[in-house]
C-alpha cells in the first residue's frame, strides 16, 4: 500500500487496470526523449486478484482519500500482532521454528533453544500471557543464532546461549542512544535523584523510540505550586514539546483536583509540570500518576522517596 503513491499515477493506473480487467501498457513520464510516433500496444485482458498489505494507517487514509478504494477492495483483514499465550501456542511456536529452520536449511534447535526463542517472542509482545506475531523478526532471530552456532563450531544443533547471543548482539548494534543516555547519568549531566527525598519531585518513566529499539529511562518530573487562578501549567506544552496525548493528561489532572478540592470553593492554585532536561518532545498519557504524586507533594510539602519510580495513567476520577 505505501508503494502506490511513491510513483506518479500508480494508483490511478492500478485502479483503472482492476475496473477495466485490462493491463494496458504506457509510457513513463516524465523523460528526456519524447518519440513523435510511439507504436501502443492493445491492452492484454486480465482476471486476478488483488491483495494490498500495508498499515491500518495507510488503509484509512486511502479510505478518505480515494472514494472508488471501498468499491476495488471490498474485504479488509486484520492481522494481530501478537497472540495468546496458553498451551497450545508453545507448540505453534515450535512448529513455526522447525519449518523456518528446514526451509532454509538452519541448524535444528535443541528444546532450550526453542524455548529461548519463545521469551523473546514474549519481550516482543511487551503483555504478560501474549506472544508476538511478527514472524519475520522470529525468522530473523533464527538465521542469527544459527551463525552463532557456525561460529562456535557447536555441532549441528542450535543451543540457547547462540540464541541469545543473538538477541544480545542484535541489541548492542541498536542501543548507541541507550548508552550515550546511561553514560550522561553516571557524569551527572542528566541529573535523576534515587536516594533520599524531595519535595513535588517524583521519577517517571520515559521509553525512547530510535524507530528501530525502543528502551526506557528515568526522568525526573517535578511541581512547583503557589497562589493564584492560573492552574496547571503544562510547561512541556508552552515549549511545544507537548504531544496531543500528553496534553490530554496534564488537563485530565486539572479535572481530578477540581473534583478533590473545589466541590465546595474555587481551587485557587497556580502550578506548573514539568520533564526536567527533557528536549525531545513528550507524548503519551502514562505519566499522568506520577504527575499527580508531585503536584500532591508539592501542596501538601510533603516529601517522595527518590528510590521509587512511578508510570501509569490516570482518569479524572483518580482511578
Not at 55 to 74: Q, V
Not at 101 to 106: A, G, N
Not at 170 to 198: A, C, F, H, P, Y
Request: charged share 25%; with cysteine.
Amino acid at each position: 500500500a505505501e508503494d502506490l503513491f511513491s510513483q506518479r499515477n500508480v494508483w490511478a493506473e492500478l485502479k483503472r487496470t482492476l475496473i477495466s480487467r485490462t493491463l494496458a501498457i504506457v509510457e513513463e513520464e516524465g523523460g528526456l526523449y519524447v518519440p513523435t510516433v510511439s507504436v501502443r500496444p492493445e491492452p492484454i485482458p486480465t482476471n486476478v486478484k488483488v491483495i494490498m498489505i500495508g498499515h491500518r494507517g495507510s488503509y484509512e487514509e486511502l479510505l478518505e482519500r480515494e472514494p472508488d478504494f471501498i468499491k476495488i477492495f471490498k474485504v479488509l483483514a486484520d492481522f494481530d500482532e501478537e497472540m495468546d499465550l496458553n498451551a497450545k501456542t508453545p507448540r505453534q511456536y515450535a512448529a513455526f521454528v522447525r519449518r523456518i529452520c528446514k526451509k532454509e536449511k538452519l541448524g535444528e534447535l535443541e528444546v532450550a533453544a526453542v524455548a529461548a526463542v519463545a521469551e523473546y517472542g514474549a519481550r516482543l509482545a511487551g503483555r504478560q500471557g501474549k506472544l508476538s506475531t511478527r514472524f519475520g523478526e522470529i525468522a530473523d532471530l533464527l538465521r542469527e543464532a544459527d551463525y552463532w552456532k557456525q561460529q562456535d563450531g557447536a555441532g549441528r544443533r542450535v543451543l540457547a546461549r547462540h540464541v541469545r547471543a543473538a538477541i544480545h548482539e542484535s541489541i548492542r548494534r541498536r542501543n548507541l542512544t541507550e548508552e550515550k543516555l546511561r553514560e550522561m547519568v553516571r557524569l551527572g549531566q542528566i541529573i535523576i535523584e534515587v536516594e533520599g527525598e524531595r519535595v513535588g519531585q517524583v521519577n517517571g518513566l520515559v521509553i525512547q523510540d530510535t524507530g528501530s529499539y525502543l528502551f526506557g529511562m528515568p526522568a525526573r518530573i517535578t511541581a512547583t505550586v503557589s497562589p493564584g487562578t492560573a492552574g496547571i501549567i503544562n510547561i512541556e506544552r508552552e515549549a511545544q514539546l507537548s504531544g496531543r496525548t500528553h496534553t490530554k493528561g496534564v488537563l485530565i489532572i486539572g479535572g481530578f483536583l477540581r473534583e478533590k478540592f473545589g466541590a465546595t470553593r474555587p481551587v485557587t492554585v497556580t502550578a506548573s509540570l514539568a520533564f526536567e532536561q527533557s528536549y525531545s518532545g513528550v507524548e503519551g498519557d502514562s505519566a499522568s500518576s506520577p504527575e499527580i504524586y508531585a503536584l500532591l507533594s508539592a501542596l501538601a510539602g510533603l516529601p517522595v522517596h527518590q528510590g521509587i519510580a512511578v508510570t501509569g495513567s490516570v482518569d479524572q476520577k483518580g482511578y
